[in-house]
């Protein structure tokens, strides 16, 4: 079989919190942030700690549901309208957007790094002629995320950039795969698949016949066998799958 593509997940694939805040800073910073915000919308609150555990607690719930339902993503920005309401918080939904977007610490902030080695596979990956691609479960996409992967030194010049918010659904939903196969202009066949979900990464994948490697991590399904599992990313590039693109 000649593949000719590799998808990458992201989170605790190729990056992962390697030195992240304790989650009192991440709660202060939050609320700094939902206080600035407020105030530039004139609307000042008496205790801005609150509105931003609420709006975020409520992004977590609807993501945590969506996960185990129909894996639709949520509107989060009405979502967290509608609990901040029920609060005596009156935000329009352009605000509750912008109120999530202040609120959320990523990147370097947020304390991720890439993995060692991570940069280098990929660089690699891309000169044995292969196109990459990410295909993420995230609630904040567009230039937050690409600057985030920048900062983390991971901004190749994807040939595919799926990220679940941006496109509506899921991963393991076939809808999410069926965009990132489209972007790549590949089939699952021609495809490998890299994540560290058994539920999500592997079983989405090889539901599209993709050859799937396992970033060993605590498992989260039973019954899913990856073709290749491996601890630390440059494993990889030992794998046979992965030595070249064949032509033809
Ligand atoms: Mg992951």
């Keep these: 079989m000649a593949?000719?593509?590799v998808l990458f997940d992201i989170g605790d694939t190729l990056w992962h919190a390697a030195d992240a805040p304790p989650p009192a800073k991440f709660r202060r910073l939050a609320a700094e942030r939902a206080q600035a915000f407020l105030a530039?919308?004139?609307?000042?609150?008496k205790d801005p700690a609150l509105v931003a555990r609420v709006a975020w607690d409520s992004l977590e719930g609807a993501m945590r549901e969506a996960r185990q339902t129909d894996r639709r993503e949520p509107d989060y920005a009405a979502i967290a309208r509608d609990a901040l309401r029920a609060r005596g918080v009156e935000l329009s939904l352009e605000s509750a957007a912008a109120l999530m977007e202040a609120i959320y610490v990523s990147g370097p902030e947020g304390g991720k790094a890439a993995y060692p080695g991570a940069r280098q596979l990929l660089d690699t990956l891309r000169s044995r002629g292969f196109k990459l691609?990410?295909?993420?479960?995230?609630?904040?996409?567009?230039?937050?995320?690409?600057?985030?992967?920048?900062?983390?030194?991971?901004?190749?010049?994807?040939?595919?950039n799926v990220v679940s918010v941006e496109v509506g659904y899921l991963k393991p939903h076939p809808a999410?795969?069926?965009?990132a196969l489209s972007d790549l202009g590949e089939t699952g066949t021609r495809t490998v698949m890299v994540g560290n979900s058994l539920a999500e990464d592997i079983a989405g994948a090889q539901a599209f016949g993709m050859a799937t490697a396992w970033k060993r991590s605590r498992p989260d399904a039973e019954g899913v066998t990856p073709d290749f599992t491996f601890d630390d990313v440059s494993e990889l590039l030992e794998w046979s799958v992965l030595k070249g693109v064949s032509v033809g």
Excluded at 40 to 45: A, K, T
Excluded at 145 to 159: E, H, T, V
């Design 176 to 179: 999410i795969f069926e965009r």
């Design 133 to 160: 691609g990410i295909i993420t479960n995230r609630a904040f996409g567009g230039e937050r995320f690409r600057d985030d992967l920048k900062a983390a030194g991971l901004d190749i010049g994807w040939d595919a």
């Design 3 to 5: 593949f000719r593509a």
């Design 40 to 45: 530039s919308i004139s609307m000042p609150v």
